[in-house]
Nanobody, 125 residues
Framework: QEQLVESGGGLVQPGGSLTLSCVTS????????MGWFRQAPGKEREFVAV????????YYADSVKGRFTISRDNAKNTVYLQMNSLKPEDTAVYYC??????????????????WGQGTQVTVSS
């Protein structure tokens, strides 16, 4: 069973940067893709970024494309979300998730079996 633990959230000014980390443990071979989602107050959880585990080919939501980068460190079993040029509308709880669904890119919540506890990102001056 996979366990995911996020960290790195915090308060940042508009235009600033943050890097979120997600440490994975468990049966790594069962993962097809790692994704990041976010949920703002009063809104549904939405897709942010995903990368397939084998090739780490990334895919991003249009709202973050060019500003966010998903990456990983195999030695540390850690997936990162580098967030640059942050905007107030990026404020949300960010979740990492692991999917065993073999699809081009798992983009929906139901395709992810394992979730972290979330980390708060607040973009405000």
């Amino acid at each position: 069973q996979e366990q995911l633990v996020e960290s790195g959230g915090g308060l940042v000014q508009p235009g600033g940067s943050l890097t979120l980390s997600c440490v994975t443990s468990g049966t790594i071979f069962s993962i097809y893709a790692m994704g990041w989602f976010r949920q703002a107050p009063g809104k549904e959880r939405e897709f942010v970024a995903v990368a397939t585990w084998a090739t780490f080919s990334p895919y991003y939501a249009d709202s973050v494309k060019g500003r966010f980068t998903i990456s990983r460190d195999n030695a540390k079993n850690t997936v990162y979300l580098q967030m640059n040029s942050l905007k107030p509308e990026d404020t949300a709880v960010y979740y990492c998730a692991a999917s065993g669904v073999v699809a081009r890119y798992p983009l929906t919540l139901s395709q992810y079996a394992y979730w972290g506890q979330g980390t708060q990102v607040t973009v405000s001056s």
